[in-house]
């Protein structure tokens, strides 16, 4: 079975089924008498990652036995220093954050959500740098192999305010299901981020006119601990790369990328696919041709050239990739479910529309027959979300949806419900909560 259609499933799910076979896919045991030093590499990796922390004892775990720690809290999963996030998948680990958490104009670290590929490398596990390089080669006069120091101190950091959404986000809402990890509306982040300026390092490498794209590598292990295998490959095209908020990140919030988001340093290509902001970054490829990576053959990350009927088969050919994400937003306050004391009632969220900018944000509370325009901020460097926000008045009690519309600088408005595609990629069909005035 290829990469792009293995199915992503969790470590309770499959110790379920059968632990000693769980011991063979997730931490490379084979057997039950298997026991000397079967914690180790990848395997050792992917528990600690798990657990959220070293395990000095490691040699001791016996066979067939999901950690405690997953087998009692709540999902099977908590995510050291996380906070709030809904646990969907944890072999890979992928958490999405509840829209109500999500409501800082600056995302925090505890509250940004996780879209793994592979397995966690104990580099990043550790945080400790040490040994880290970053290689830049391929379509290059100057190949680069740069420390963590030589990449803060020889180029100009630059810190600004950038979103990364999943190109899944909101697959949940495809009918019929899209394969792949259901995400409803919170695999989206503005976190603020601190790096070298990709374009800055690209040049220092002499980019030749050849040049057409890069390709990003990781430290993650493979899934199998096949370690010849690659979770994951994308890359961006040299324009994207060359655009100024494009950057090779070493902190998050003023803080060293935590462990979860790519410690210790990765790529950030806003306004594009999350994938393309490529975690525990340890290679940049410079192609001559379109980046041919694991996930970015076939249909990962690609959505039909046309329209198509939901359901329908598409054929490979007829798949273009994804760049710039569509106009979206988000109601973060109050929460969906809200009982509302008294007729008014300030609302307040966000608004983001990949390479352009939003121009306007109006919200509804009779079901899209009349709209309200809202106070939207201007964003505090491109790339960023935008803040809006309106007080709304209601004729009576009972039951209310509040409904979020954006539009963005082309003109291009958010739908009431997305065109379907196979792996349920772009969902930005408008954004409801529901309240209840008494």
């Known amino acids: 079975m ?18 000693d076979r769980a011991d063979a896919l997730v931490f490379g045991r084979k057997t039950h008498a298997d026991r000397r030093g079967f914690l180790k590499g990848a395997g050792l990796a992917a528990m600690a990652a798990a657990v959220g922390a070293q395990i000095p004892f490691h040699r001791n775990y016996p066979a067939g036995l999901i950690p405690a720690a997953l087998a009692e809290a709540p999902g099977g999963l908590v995510l050291e220093g996380k906070d709030g996030l809904v646990i969907l998948g944890d072999r890979p680990i992928n958490a999405e954050t509840p829209a109500h958490l999500l409501d800082d104009d600056v995302t925090p670290n505890s509250r940004h959500f996780v879209r793994d590929n592979g397995v966690m490398p104990d580099m990043a596990q550790k945080m400790d740098a040490s040994g880290w390089t970053l290689t830049v080669d391929g379509e290059v006069d100057n190949p680069l192999t740069l420390t963590l120091d030589e990449l803060k101190g020889r180029f100009k950091p630059v810190r600004l305010k950038l979103q990364v959404e999943c190109g899944g986000n909101g697959r949940a809402g495809f009918n019929p299901p899209a394969h792949g990890n259901q995400w409803t509306v919170g695999a989206i982040g503005n976190a603020e981020w601190t790096g070298a300026r990709y374009a800055d390092v690209l040049k220092a490498a002499g980019v030749r006119k050849s040049a057409l794209y890069t390709g990003h590598y990781g430290m993650d292990a493979h899934l199998s601990g096949d370690p ?4 994951i490959s994308r890359g961006v095209p040299i324009a994207k790369a060359m655009e100024p908020h494009s950057i090779i990140a070493f902190e998050m919030n003023g803080e060293p990328i935590p462990k979860y988001h790519g410690f210790p340093v990765r790529t950030i290509c806003p306004g594009w696919p999350g994938s393309t902001s490529h975690k525990w970054l340890k290679r940049i490829w410079v192609r001559d041709v379109i980046h041919d990576g694991p996930k970015m053959e076939g249909d990962s990350y690609r959505v039909p050239r046309y ?21 979206k937003s988000l109601i973060t306050s109050p929460e969906n479910g809200a009982q509302v004391g008294g007729r008014s009632l300030a609302i307040r969220g ?35 979300w935008q803040t809006f926000a309106a007080r709304l008045e209601f004729p009576s009690e009972g039951y209310y949806e509040v409904w979020a519309r954006a539009t963005d600088d082309q003109g291009v408005m958010q739908p009431f419900a997305v065109a379907w595609n196979p792996k349920g990629y772009l969902n930005n069909a408008m954004h409801r909560v529901a309240v209840t005035v008494s």
Do not use: Q
Not at 2 to 19: N, T, V
Not at 307 to 327: L, N, Q, T, Y
Not at 364 to 374: C, E, K, M, N, P
């Open 2 to 19: 290829s990469d792009d259609k293995r199915k992503e499933r969790g470590l309770c799910e499959l110790y379920a089924e059968d632990p």
């Open 228 to 231: 010849n295998k690659v979770p």
């Open 307 to 327: 329209p198509v009927k939901p359901g329908a088969e598409v054929p490979k050919d007829d798949f273009r990739i994804i760049e710039s994400m569509p106009v």
């Open 350 to 384: 966000h608004a983001w529309a990949g390479d352009r900018s939003v121009a306007a944000v109006h919200v509804s509370t009779d079901f899209g027959a009349t709209w309200v325009r809202t106070d939207l901020k201007r964003a505090p460097n491109k790339y960023s």
